[in-house]
């Protein structure tokens, strides 16, 4: 029932010796112009309906739907008929595959523009990023310079600021923009980080802490040095209360 010939599909039937002189032929060749074979064997299925009801009509050469007889001339006609039939499903066909294609296409340059836009507003996102983190890394430059940031708390935050800034700038250009996220929009992973906070100092012991770390701690001590510093201690912890030793040592200054 089908064949396939260079590229394409024919439907090929083969005529009844009787009805040989009614055709004059002993097959029907039929291009189906397509190499799908899924496509192709519903073409034939169609055919194959059709040429039976041909070949009927051809053994009683009486016109079904009118009831009359019939002519060879009548049967060639009804043949050509469904040669008609099958090159316009073949038209449809066509048009219908060039019609899917022009969508296909349009959904791409549409999916290639939605690309673009995200691109573009990663590149307007990191453009005012960069100048923000230009900004602050010479306002924290010029501190240093000049000599605003002296102490070395001070200073510590400043540098700490600076390789906040500088880690953010590098995770910028490594992610690169997210085409996942919506037209415009700034991914998670673009958004600068907030500020860290300042370290905070570690508590200042007090000073019953201090001289036990310090001094009763340590082995190579002599007991002699350590109850008179001990003594020491007491005297202060009785003025002063059990205070932190920074506090204390303030208090002293």
Same mark, same amino acid.
């Given at each position: 029932?089908?064949?396939?010939?260079?590229?394409?599909?024919?439907?090929?039937?083969?005529?009844?010796?009787?009805?040989?002189?009614?055709?004059?032929?002993?097959?029907?060749?039929?291009?189906?112009?397509?190499? $799908?074979?899924?496509?192709?064997?519903?073409?034939?299925?169609? @055919? +194959? !309906?059709?040429?039976?009801? %041909? #070949?009927? =009509?051809?053994?009683?050469?009486?016109?079904?739907?009118?009831?009359?007889?019939?002519?060879?001339?009548?049967?060639?006609?009804?043949?050509?008929?469904?040669?008609?039939?099958?090159?316009?499903?073949?038209?449809?066909?066509?048009?219908?595959?060039?019609?899917?294609?022009?969508?296909?296409?349009?959904?791409?340059?549409?999916?290639?523009?939605?690309?673009?836009?995200?691109?573009?507003?990663?590149?307007?996102?990191?453009?005012?990023?960069?100048?923000?983190?230009?900004?602050?890394?010479?306002?924290?430059?010029?501190?240093?310079?000049?000599?605003?940031?002296?102490?070395?708390? $001070?200073?510590?935050?400043?540098?700490?600021?600076?390789?906040? @800034? +500088? !880690?953010?700038?590098?995770? %910028? #250009?490594? =992610?690169?923009?997210?085409?996942?996220?919506?037209?415009?929009?700034?991914?998670?992973?673009?958004?600068?980080?907030?500020?860290?906070?300042?370290?905070?100092?570690?508590?200042?012991?007090?000073?019953?802490?201090?001289?036990?770390?310090?001094?009763?701690?340590?082995?190579?001590?002599?007991?002699?040095?350590?109850?008179?510093?001990?003594?020491?201690?007491?005297?202060?912890?009785?003025?002063?209360?059990?205070?932190?030793?920074?506090?204390?040592?303030?208090?002293?200054?």
């Amino acid at each position: 029932m089908l064949a396939l010939v260079g590229t394409h599909y024919h439907f090929r039937r083969v005529v009844p010796v009787a009805l040989h002189p009614l055709f004059g032929k002993t097959e029907f060749w039929i291009s189906l112009k397509t190499g $799908s074979k899924s496509e192709a064997r519903l073409s034939a299925m169609a @055919l +194959h !309906a059709q040429t039976s009801a %041909l #070949f009927r =009509t051809a053994r009683t050469m009486t016109d079904p739907a009118q009831k009359k007889p019939i002519t060879k001339d009548d049967l060639l006609a009804l043949y050509e008929n469904i040669i008609k039939k099958q090159k316009a499903v073949i038209e449809t066909n066509e048009r219908n595959a060039a019609e899917q294609l022009r969508l296909e296409r349009y959904r791409a340059s549409m999916t290639r523009y939605e690309d673009l836009l995200k691109t573009r507003a990663f590149i307007t996102y990191s453009s005012e990023a960069l100048e923000r983190l230009n900004q602050n890394m010479g306002r924290l430059r010029q501190d240093m310079i000049t000599g605003t940031a002296q102490d070395k708390a $001070s200073l510590a935050r400043k540098t700490e600021e600076i390789d906040r @800034l +500088h !880690a953010t700038l590098v995770k %910028l #250009f490594q =992610t690169g923009p997210a085409l996942s996220q919506a037209p415009g929009a700034v991914p998670p992973s673009h958004q600068l980080a907030s500020p860290a906070p300042p370290p905070t100092p570690p508590p200042s012991p007090r000073l019953t802490e201090a001289l036990h770390l310090a001094l009763l701690a340590d082995s190579q001590k002599s007991e002699a040095t350590k109850k008179e510093t001990a003594r020491t201690v007491a005297l202060f912890v009785q003025a002063f209360g059990d205070k932190p030793v920074k506090e204390i040592t303030g208090r002293v200054n």
